[in-house]
């Protein structure tokens, strides 16, 4: 860091100048150049699938040719959504989530990122009370978004996961309950799919937690950005349910829609309004065409069928086709690899537990063939110990051309089969 940045800015934003994750993804994202050989699977980029498309371009279509369109561009939003789109809301997630939802229970978000970045600093740091209170990640890795958002430093706490082997070349991460501790905790987070991994926490695990989490009153964020009940990317697992005590996210990115912003979030009246006084100094008021979309799409039905016959079988297709893509790849030049069960999400996590570099290095050699990976390291925010996964493993996504994913397979499997160490 230099002097100037030092004396310049604030401490979070030198922590934030600092931190490499989200940005450089985000970064390579906005900078593809177009380049033919360019291979792009590092971002979190939903698929362009057309018949998708064709829902969202004619829901917009509609949106231009109505009376409503002046009132789209030319009025504000209240902070977290007007009454009227939040009842609306209300009333279409109740049935998803298994309990009577009212508009108090509901807000409004440019993104869920931004929903997360209020959420986090809510419940952590110095509190009224004198306090200190921390965000406890169950099980890492963990979405990479959620690191550097909080104003207070050092606070997410992780323990190393279960690892359980599933099969020959596959594992899981699961929940570590003997290291389950909630001193000074304040909330817990846990993505369900886990972006980056795949993982789909069991419910019963998610139960345990909160016979726990609940004699304290602590509560648990469930980030659905893949999960039900759009784009319901959950494979054989259970759906989540709204109750007491959970706060849950939805995202319009992973169904299609990641240039309108439009995050949900589900929670008790309490939090709703302490997110709207959050709202209103950090956004002034939620965007409207995520909204005005969202009438649409909630009050014709379109989002069920859409996530049931086309969302899903198409991920589940491309999870297919990029596992025995990257698998033969890696046995033909006998690399070294585990990857965890794809469970949902459209994310593959791979390990090599031979690499003799670091992911890191990895993602920078992968990079100079213009191949875009993600390094697995950012994905363990809060993890103090000694875990060799963090520096063995990587993400990639599988919402891109079979082409594409071929050439980066055999791109990927070139590189770590010359970066292994040899076995005795
Ligand atoms: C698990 C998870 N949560 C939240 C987000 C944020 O998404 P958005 O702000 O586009 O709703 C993402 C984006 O990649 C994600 O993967």
């Known amino acids: 860091m230099t002097e100037t940045m030092d004396q310049k800015h604030s401490t979070w934003a030198n922590r934030l ?3 490499q994750g989200i940005r450089s993804l985000m970064e390579d994202l906005g900078k593809q150049t177009g380049h033919p050989d360019e291979i792009l699977l590092g971002g979190g980029n939903p698929a362009h699938i057309p018949e998708a498309e064709a829902i969202f371009q004619e829901t917009f279509a509609n949106l231009a040719k109505e009376p409503a369109l002046r009132a789209l561009l030319g009025d504000y939003q209240a902070p977290i959504g007007n009454d009227h789109f939040r009842e609306i809301a209300a009333e279409y997630l109740s049935s998803h989530f298994g309990t009577s939802l009212r508009k108090e229970n509901i807000a409004f978000f440019n993104g869920s990122q931004n ?47 279960m690892v359980k082997q599933t099969g020959k070349n596959r594992f899981q991460y699961e929940l570590n309950k003997t290291s389950f501790d909630l001193t000074d905790i304040g909330v817990l987070a846990i993505s369900r799919p886990t972006n980056p991994t795949g993982n789909v926490i069991n419910l019963s695990d998610l ?15 469930i980030d659905l950005a893949y999960g039900n009940p759009f784009p319901n990317l959950i494979g054989k697992e259970e759906p989540i349910h709204f109750e007491n005590g959970r706060t849950l996210s939805l995202s319009f990115s992973k169904i299609g829609l990641p240039g309108v912003r439009l995050g949900i979030v589900i929670s008790d009246e309490d939090t709703i309004e302490t997110l709207s006084s959050f709202a209103a100094v950090g956004n002034l008021a939620v965007g409207n065409l995520g909204v005005y979309m969202m009438e649409q799409l909630f009050q014709k039905n379109l989002l069920t069928q859409l996530s049931e016959n086309i969302l899903r079988p198409f991920y589940e297709a ?31 996590w791979i390990r090599f537990p031979s690499l003799s570099i670091t992911n890191h290095q990895l993602y920078h050699l992968c990079k100079d063939k213009r191949l875009f990976i993600v390094s697995g390291h950012y994905f363990f925010p809060g993890l103090n110990t000694d875990f060799s996964h963090t520096k063995e493993c990587i993400r990639l996504t599988y919402c891109r051309k079979e082409e594409e ?5 055999q791109i990927l499997a070139e590189i770590v089969a010359s970066h292994q160490a040899k076995s005795e």
């Open 17 to 19: 100048r600092e931190n």
């Open 115 to 161: 929903a997360y970045s209020y959420l986090l600093n809510l419940h952590s740091g110095p509190m009224a009370d004198g306090s200190f209170k921390k965000i406890l990640l169950p099980i890492v890795p963990e979405y990479i978004g959620y690191a550097d958002q909080t104003i207070t430093e050092g606070v997410f706490v992780a323990n190393t996961p």
């Open 207 to 221: 139960e345990w937690m909160e016979e726990r989490t609940k004699k304290q009153n602590i509560p648990i964020l």
């Open 318 to 348: 491309k999870r297919n086709l990029a596992l025995a893509l990257f698998t033969d790849a890696f046995q033909k030049l006998g690399v070294e690899y585990e990857i965890h069960d794809p469970m949902g999400g459209f994310f593959l």
């Open 405 to 409: 994913l071929a050439r980066g397979a």
